[in-house]
C-alpha cells in the first residue's frame, strides 16, 4: 500500500464561480443604484398607514423642515439628455432677469434641494465649502408679495406636465406654513399630490363599539 | 498564489516543454475589487423607497358665485374635528349655525386607539366592516381577487355608502403638521368615504375658545 502523499502545496481554492457570482451581483447592484441625494436637511416626516411608494421620477419635492424653512428640488427627468433642471433655471433667470454662466447651469443640474431666493442662487451655486452652502438656505418665498415658489412649480411643470408633487413636511413644521405650500400649489393647479410619510402599522378592532 | 503557480512549473525536470498551467491568473486582486464595489453599491442602494400619502383637494372656485348652487353637507351626516394642537383634537356633530341655537357641544379627544379613532368608526361601522370584511375574504381566499379591483371595490363601495359621516377637517392656528397628517390617516384608518380639510371659521373659533375657557386643563 502507497504512502497518503501529503501535499507540500497549500490546496489552491477554484475561485471562478465566486468570482463569477460576484460579478453578477455586482452588475446587478451598478444598474439598480439610484443614489441617495444628499438631503439639504435632515426631515422627520410623519407616519402613516399608505403604503404607496412615491414615484422615482418626475418628481417635484417640496420640504418644509422643522423650521418652516421651504425647499424645492426637481429632477432631471427620466432622460437626463432633456436637461430639465437646466431649462426650469433658464425661466427662472428670465423671470427675474438674472445671468448664469453655463457652468452655473451645469454645477446647478448635479445638486439637489435649494431653499434660497434666486438672488441668492448664484452663490449658493459657486459656493465650494459645504457647510457655508448648507448655511444658506432661509427658504424659498412664497408670500404674495414675492412668490418664488409659485413660479418654480409653475415652469418645472411647463416643461414636463408628468410632474408629480411630494411634500414633504417635517413632523415640528407648523400647519400654516405646510397650508400655504398647498396654497400655492393649488394657485398652480396641482389638486392632487402626495405627503411624504413613514409607513406604519395599525389594528383596528371594533370591540367595544 | 502566483508564487505556488510558478512551483508546479518547476517541477517538470530538465525537458523544455509548454507549461500546461501557464493560463492560471492570480484573481486575489481582481476578486478583491469586486468585493469592495459590491459591498459599496449594496450599501449604498437606496433599497426602502419613500411612501406617500395622497390626497386630491377639491378645484378652486373660480368664480365666487357659483357657490350658491354648491350641494350642502347633510347636518345629520356632518362631523367636525377641530385640530386645536398638543394632539388633541375637539370634535361635535352636525353644523354650528349661530342663527340657530344652540350651538353643538364639543367633545375633548386625541389620536389615541380610544381616541378620535373610536369616534369615527362608531359613525362609519357600516361601509367599515364591508370594505373590512372584503379584505379578510381576500386574505382568507374565500374570493380571488387582484390588488387593482380591491381599491377599486373599496372605492365603489365608498361612493354607494350613504350613511358615513361626512368628515370636516378644520385646523385651528399653531397646529403642527404632524397632527393633520395623523388626522388624514385617520380617515384611511377608518375607511371615511367623505372628508375634507377646510379653513376654520370664526363661528368654530369662538366655540373653541370657549371650550377651553370652560375646560382650562383641555389646553395641554
Redesign the interface.
Known amino acids: 500500500m502507497g504512502k497518503i502523499k501529503v501535499s507540500k502545496n497549500p490546496p489552491r481554492i477554484d475561485m471562478t464561480p465566486m468570482v463569477d457570482l460576484f460579478f453578477l451581483l455586482l452588475v446587478f447592484f451598478i444598474l439598480t443604484a439610484t443614489f441617495r441625494t444628499p438631503e439639504a436637511v435632515q426631515v422627520d416626516t410623519p407616519y402613516s398607514v399608505s403604503n404607496k411608494t412615491s414615484p422615482e421620477k418626475h418628481l417635484i419635492t417640496i420640504t418644509v423642515s422643522k423650521d418652516n424653512v421651504v425647499f424645492f428640488n426637481v429632477d432631471n427627468g427620466i432622460d437626463t439628455s432633456e436637461h430639465l433642471r437646466r431649462k426650469i433655471l433658464n425661466a427662472m433667470a428670465y423671470q427675474y432677469q438674472l445671468k448664469f454662466t453655463p457652468e452655473e447651469y451645469k454645477k446647478f443640474e448635479g445638486m439637489s434641494s435649494f431653499g434660497m431666493p434666486i438672488a441668492k442662487m448664484k452663490d449658493w451655486i459657486n459656493e465650494k465649502d459645504a457647510e457655508v452652502r448648507d448655511a444658506m438656505h432661509n427658504g424659498i418665498p412664497l408670500d404674495s408679495t414675492d412668490n418664488q415658489l409659485l413660479y418654480w412649480i409653475r415652469f418645472a411643470r411647463n416643461y414636463n406636465p408628468d410632474f408629480e408633487v411630494a411634500l414633504k413636511g417635517d413632523q415640528g413644521a407648523d400647519y400654516e406654513k405646510v397650508k400655504k405650500v398647498i396654497d400655492v400649489l393649488q394657485d398652480n393647479k396641482v389638486n392632487k399630490f402626495n405627503l411624504t410619510t413613514n409607513l406604519e402599522d395599525v389594528d383596528v378592532s371594533l370591540e367595544n363599539l | 498564489?502566483a508564487e505556488?503557480i510558478q512551483?508546479?512549473g518547476g517541477k517538470q525536470k530538465g525537458k523544455k516543454r509548454s507549461k500546461r498551467h501557464s493560463t492560471h491568473i492570480d484573481?486575489?486582486p481582481?476578486?478583491d475589487l469586486?468585493?469592495l464595489?459590491?459591498t459599496f453599491?449594496?450599501l449604498?442602494?437606496?433599497f426602502s423607497?419613500?411612501?406617500?400619502?395622497?390626497?386630491?383637494?377639491?378645484?378652486?372656485d373660480e368664480n365666487p358665485q357659483e357657490i350658491k348652487d354648491k350641494p350642502q353637507v347633510d347636518s345629520a351626516r356632518a362631523l367636525n374635528i377641530i385640530?386645536i394642537g398638543n394632539d388633541k383634537v375637539l370634535w361635535y356633530n352636525g353644523l354650528a349655525n349661530p342663527a340657530k341655537p344652540p350651538l353643538p357641544k364639543m367633545h375633548l379627544t386625541d389620536f389615541s386607539d380610544d381616541g378620535i379613532?373610536?369616534v369615527l368608526?362608531?359613525r362609519n361601522?357600516e361601509l367599515?366592516?364591508k370594505i373590512?370584511q372584503m379584505n379578510q375574504d381576500v386574505i382568507t381566499g374565500k374570493i380571488e381577487m387582484p390588488r387593482d379591483s380591491i381599491d377599486s371595490n373599496r372605492k365603489r363601495f365608498m361612493r354607494a355608502d350613504k350613511k358615513g359621516p361626512v368628515v370636516l377637517i378644520k385646523?385651528s392656528?399653531?397646529?403642527?403638521?404632524?397632527?393633520?397628517?395623523?388626522i388624514?390617516?385617520e380617515m384611511?384608518?377608518?375607511n371615511i368615504a367623505l372628508y375634507a380639510l377646510i379653513d376654520i371659521n370664526d363661528v368654530e373659533k369662538k366655540m373653541v375658545a370657549d371650550y377651553l375657557a370652560a375646560n382650562p386643563s383641555a389646553a395641554n
Do not use: G, H, Q, W
Request: net charge positive.
Open positions: 498564489m505556488i512551483n508546479e484573481m486575489t481582481m476578486v469586486a468585493c464595489l459590491l453599491f449594496m449604498t442602494t437606496a423607497k419613500a411612501k406617500v400619502m395622497e390626497i386630491v383637494l377639491p378645484e378652486r385640530l379613532r373610536r368608526l362608531a361601522k367599515f366592516t373590512e385646523a392656528e399653531n397646529v403642527k403638521y404632524k397632527n393633520v397628517v395623523d388624514l390617516d384611511a384608518i377608518s
